[in-house]
């Protein structure tokens, strides 16, 4: 049905007025996800790209989620059809813009995913710079004191039983902890083929703080890369 209300979208956009704009802006981002999901990439960035140009000033103040989801997951189309400078730009805010930063974390995460396939030599200091974002600074390749000291403080941290509370969810709170997580599960990649230190360092890194708030998912899906 979506696809259906969005090719009619496509042929009446000159009719429509500033009342159906939004609602049409929604119809097009639903069947350009849906297109994403079905790994129909062209469909997708055709239905993103004219929901994108139905976006005006106001959408940003009114309707922020909407437009935040249209320009990740048209950058996502574009990525998967490597056009990747434009999923790059499509990752910017535009200036004066700023984020809450698990959203920040998804745009970084999304960019280094970008850098790690498009332009590789750069990854690991796109990774590195997205870090220092969120208060982790790690030099491009640590020494192995500093890697020992890190393995010795989490082995302190994880003292005692590892049983099934060890590492369980805890309710309430700030969860912007994770956001450093999202950027460490991006970065793995870079931080492999670079320099296997700073998968040490990561993989530390997220144990901590899996201990001290507990998991959303599974610990593995932040480890793994």
């Known amino acids: 049905v979506a696809f259906e209300l969005a090719e009619h979208l496509c042929e009446a956009l000159t009719r429509l007025s500033d009342a159906e704009r939004p609602l049409a802006t929604q119809i097009l981002y639903l069947a350009g996800r849906q297109a994403l999901d079905k790994g129909a990439a062209g469909t997708a960035a055709h239905y993103l790209g004219v929901a994108r140009d139905l976006i005006t000033t106001r959408d940003w103040e009114e309707r922020f989620d909407l437009v935040f989801d249209i320009r990740r997951s048209s950058a996502e189309a574009a990525f998967q059809l490597r056009q990747y400078d434009l999923a790059l730009e499509l990752l910017e805010l535009p200036v004066g813009r700023t984020l809450d930063p698990l959203r920040d974390a998804q745009l970084v995460s999304q960019r280094i995913t970008v850098y790690t396939l498009a332009r590789p030599n750069h990854a690991i200091d796109v990774s590195l710079a997205a870090l220092r974002k969120f208060g982790i600074r790690w030099p491009r390749k640590p020494s192995l004191l500093r890697v020992w000291l890190d393995i010795v403080r989490?082995?302190?941290?994880?003292?005692?039983?590892?049983?099934?509370?060890?590492?369980?969810?805890?309710?309430?709170?700030?969860?912007?902890?994770?956001?450093?997580?999202?950027?460490?599960r991006a970065a793995g990649g870079p931080m492999t083929q670079h320099w296997n230190r700073l998968t040490c360092l990561s993989a530390a890194y997220a144990l901590r703080a899996f201990r001290r708030h507990g998991t959303i998912g599974s610990p593995s899906l932040a480890l793994a890369s």
Do not use: Y
């Open 154 to 184: 989490t082995d302190w941290l994880l003292r005692g039983a590892l049983d099934k509370d060890t590492f369980s969810l805890r309710s309430g709170g700030d969860i912007t902890w994770v956001a450093p997580v999202m950027v460490l």
